[in-house]
């Protein structure tokens, strides 16, 4: 991982082991900020190559209407890469929500109490020129291209925010966590949404890989659901491939109005766990 670019002279840096590695995150609440000045021209390089690459895609029909509109209020632009501070200032504005910088994975409790107080977490590295098209993490691409421009869209954050209270309910429960980390994949990483009548993609997942947008949209092998939290609860999912199923939404209200149901059926599966002791 590349992290030359954060600057932490007011933050303290946690490390904490698991069975998936090392998590390193801020524990002093100082933040960790966006060296902008430490880009390096190879940097911006990446960032212009790999939005202009995606960018042809996604003004084609193939993302949703949102998210080119929170592109353009956020004064997205190949040529130079997000200043987090001037973002923010325009998020803040129409959401309420902000980026926050981290180093890379950070533990599921924090990563949920964040997004339960509305900050997005974002890393500030760039893939090299040499990992264009494959990444074992998430870089800063999938992070702010992927993720930030529909953090303007108030159904999706409440969505986000909501999610992250239930979770943050059973944030002890692995096997719970486990099942609230499916509903994430399948609509914020990897959900479609239908409108007017055309499939669009909306989960960053697939809006910053260029091959998964063709593959989710086009290709004849995965499923495409409709929208159902039953079988998303009941459904598991690829972490190293391109997914076999998508869950499609009619609108993003019609998943903040699923929060609900989620709630619902998390609660009956945890009084199930419960009583099976
Ligand atoms: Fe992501």
Redesign the pocket.
Known sequence: MQNTNIMNTEAKIAYQKNDNGYYIYDISGAGLKQNYNDYSADDHQVWQTLYEKQIKNLVNGAVTEDYLKGLELLGFDSKKIPNFDEVNELLIKASGWNIYVVLGLIPTKEFFELMKNKKFCATTWLRRKDQMDYLEE?DMF??VF??VPLLSNKSLCNFIQGLSNIALKYIDNQDIIDLIGRVYWFT??FGLIKENNILKIYG??IISSAGETDYSLNSPIPERLPYNVEKMLDSSFFKDNYQTKYFVLDSFEQLENSLPEIEERIDKIHQNMVAEV
């Open positions: 998430p999938h992070d992927g993720h914020i990483e960053a997942g």
